[in-house]
Antibody
């Protein structure tokens, strides 16, 4: 079965950096676009980045552009998110999600909490 | 960017009742790329409906989706205790970003 497991969250000071990982299993990882989606405490869902199966197509929402970098290693079946210049408003649970051809998200990880606070 | 507005914000119903959740888009969206998710406390969202009206794998047939253009609806025909959760709509236009509605909380009356 499809499984996505995020790791790497934690407490970081404003301006700091953090790298999240998402380990995928149960499907041919390189066949799928992958996304990062976050949810601030008590708030709704915010999609902010995707990467194509080959890694050649990448997109960021304005809220993270220039600060976050998405990448993947298909040999390791892993998705990554490098987060720099973190702000308090980046505090959220971060989910990795598999995107389908109908451009929705059919599998999600359990999420990893990132807290940006001094 | 297409904005999705869900209504009501909170819906209070009893098990066995019918639930109707709405999602309105700020401009017309493709029915092919419209979805609904369910999220329970402490859990990741779960895909319920994709392509406006197609149930995802394992989703009971009491869940149905409909709509077109700017107005979409999720209907739960007879509420079960496990259906009380937060529901989100989501769309993808001709280009990013993907956007979600702000959510409707379905609570037990």
């Amino acid at each position: 079965q499809v499984q996505l497991v995020e790791s790497g969250g934690g407490l970081v000071k404003p301006g700091g950096s953090l790298r999240l990982s998402c380990a995928a299993s149960g499907f041919t990882f390189s066949d799928f676009y992958m996304s990062w989606i976050r949810q601030a405490p008590g708030k709704g869902l915010e999609w902010f980045s995707y990467i194509s199966g080959s890694g050649t197509s990448i997109y960021y929402a304005d809220s993270v552009k220039g600060r976050f970098t998405i990448s993947r290693d298909n040999a390791q079946n892993s998705l990554y998110l490098q987060m720099n210049s973190l702000r308090a408003e980046d505090t959220a649970v971060y989910y990795c999600a598999r995107r389908t051809v109908t451009k929705n998200f059919d599998s999600w990880g359990q999420g990893t909490l990132v807290t940006v606070s001094s | 960017e297409i904005v999705l507005t869900q209504s009501p914000g909170t819906l209070s119903l009893s098990p066995g009742e019918r639930a109707t959740l709405s999602c309105r888009a700020s401009q017309s969206v493709s029915s092919n790329y419209f979805a609904w998710y369910q999220q329970k406390p402490g859990q990741a969202p779960r895909l319920l409906i994709y392509g406006t009206s197609n149930r995802a794998t394992g989703i009971p047939d009491r869940f149905s989706g409909s709509g077109s253009g700017t107005d979409f609806t999720l209907t739960i025909s007879r509420l079960e205790p496990e259906d009380f959760a937060v529901y989100y709509c989501q769309q993808y236009g001709s280009s990013p970003p993907y956007t979600f509605g702000q959510g409707t909380k379905l609570e037990i009356k």
